[in-house]
């Protein structure tokens, strides 16, 4: 069973720009789930999406936006690109059936912002 | 606050000396404990889920426990492969499975 994917692996983009990034998950999982990792805070959730509906949110900015299509492929984007939000962007799937499903991770997005 | 505190921040050990990572948190609402390993470059892979306290599972050298205030992650006669970042993350009393993470343990085992 392939596993998740997120493109592009590398990405490095100027202050004020914007950037999206995309996910595929493992098939049949419904559930799609962004996290930020970053050497000083760690990992930190961002959103996830269920069935095309956004189903909880993290304490980040407006900038910071997702979606989820028919197919639960999700695209995450992030306008207004400031230094701080170099970070790796980690895409997780799941089938968010039963509370404990486990998340199971691609490799990430390698955003740098210069 | 849901929080979820990890030590040591780092470990080294010898091959084949055996230790364990301290996870504790402070939730309200815990709907399961989940330990994952990260090696560099790479996303975090799934280890085990814990529900409720006593609960423990195995895997291999790795054998995860759960108390009402903390977990334990026992890495018995570790090999140089097991190095890596630990993280323990917790899954709250809302809808969704949004996890809170801690900081990590990272592992390094020489031969």
């Known amino acids: 069973k392939a596993g998740v994917t997120q493109t592009p692996r590398y990405l490095i983009k100027t202050r004020g720009q914007q950037v999206t990034l995309s996910c595929s998950p493992i098939?049949?999982?419904?559930?799609v789930s962004w996290y930020q990792q970053t050497p000083g805070q760690g990992l930190q959730f961002l959103f996830e999406?269920?069935?095309?509906?956004?189903?909880n949110k993290g304490n980040f900015p407006g900038r910071f936006s997702g979606r989820q299509f028919s197919n639960s492929r999700s695209e995450m984007n992030v306008s207004t690109l400031e230094l701080g939000d170099s970070a790796l962007y980690l895409c997780?799937?799941?089938?968010?059936?039963?509370?404990?499903?486990?998340?199971?991770f691609g490799n990430g997005t390698r955003l740098t912002v210069t | 606050e849901d929080q979820v505190t990890q030590s040591p921040e780092a470990l080294r050990l010898q091959e084949g000396e055996s230790s364990s990572l301290n996870c504790s948190y402070t939730?309200?609402?815990?709907?399961?404990l989940f330990w994952y390993r990260q090696d560099p470059g790479k996303g975090p892979e799934f280890l085990f889920t814990?529900?409720?306290a006593g609960e423990e599972k195995e895997k291999e050298r790795l054998k995860a426990t759960l108390t009402k205030k903390e977990s334990f992650l026992h890495i018995t006669a570790p090999k140089p492969e097991d190095s890596a970042t630990y993280l323990c993350?917790?899954?709250?009393?809302?809808?969704?499975?949004?996890?809170?993470f801690g900081k990590g343990t990272t592992l390094s085992v020489s031969s």
């Open positions: 997780a799937s799941s089938s968010g059936a039963t509370a404990g499903s486990p998340l199971h």
């Open positions: 098939s049949g999982h419904r559930s």
């Open positions: 999406y269920f069935s095309e509906t956004q189903r």
């Open positions: 939730v309200s609402g815990l709907r399961g």
């Open positions: 814990l529900y409720s």
């Open positions: 993350a917790v899954q709250v009393g809302r809808a969704g499975t949004a996890l809170i």
